[in-house]
């Protein structure tokens, strides 16, 4: 079964409203997360990496307040798109892993979050 | 700057006829060697991986990938495809700077397609 469990699959806001998505790991603790974002038809582009208990780390040119992550605990962590707009329209993927050895460890992913800005 | 090339964007293979999918990879040092499939609207499914050891890695459903130094290559191989391994396929690397990982490098994808 699933071991990183994203949610919402799907959601449809309004431009100028904000979005919560939520990552967690159901049976092991995530000390890292990541967020990438994919286009139709392109590769997965990574936003940003979390460490439990500290600021994400951005990518370049990835917008650090208009894509707000929280990774407040080992379980759970969050991207909230503030005052969404239509090109923010994407799908939205994390995954987590655990210890410093990341790469070592399985590197789980969610089933992603479909995100439509009207 | 670590990057990954996946020169087919589509491939079509008829079921039952082996499989090769190209991943060519650009980094100083050896990487971490990810494949993924993500089928229509999903998360990535991890087929197999590679750090160290021996170079012909196995993976799930019946995949595997051969890690050659000398081409910074790592191809996926299935000795006979089944219609249930329509999707898209992804090559990464994954790579350590002193913040610690710095998150998956994915090619673009190849689009597998299955004709009966």
């Known amino acids: 079964g699933a071991v990183v469990s994203q949610h919402p699959s799907r959601v449809i806001c309004k431009s100028g409203t904000s979005v919560k998505i939520e990552c967690r790991s159901l049976d092991f603790q995530a000390t890292t997360m990541f967020w990438y974002r994919q286009f139709p038809k392109k590769s997965l582009m990574l936003m940003a990496t979390s460490n439990e208990g500290s600021k994400a780390t951005y990518e370049q040119g990835v917008e650090k307040d208009k894509f707000l992550i929280n990774h407040a605990s080992l379980t759970l962590s969050t991207l909230t798109v503030t005052s969404a707009h239509p090109e923010d329209s994407s799908f939205y993927i994390c995954s987590a892993g655990t210890g410093p050895a990341i790469y070592n460890s399985p590197l789980h992913f969610g089933n992603g979050t479909r995100l439509t800005v009207t | 700057a670590q990057s990954v090339t996946q020169p087919d964007i589509h491939i079509t293979v008829s079921e039952g006829a082996s499989l090769e999918l190209r991943c060519n990879y650009s980094y100083g040092a050896t990487p971490y060697l990810f494949w993924y499939v993500q089928s229509p609207g999903q998360g990535l499914q991890l087929l197999l991986k590679y750090f160290s050891g021996d170079t012909l890695v196995q993976g799930i459903k019946g995949f595997e990938a051969e890690f050659k130094r000398s081409q910074s290559s790592f191809n996926l191989r299935k000795p006979s495809v089944h219609w249930s391994d329509a999707a898209e396929y992804f090559c990464?690397?994954?790579?350590?700077?002193?913040?610690?990982?710095?998150?998956?490098?994915f090619g673009k994808g190849t689009h597998l397609i299955i004709q009966p």
């Open positions: 990464a690397v994954g790579t350590y700077s002193g913040g610690g990982a710095d998150g998956l490098t």
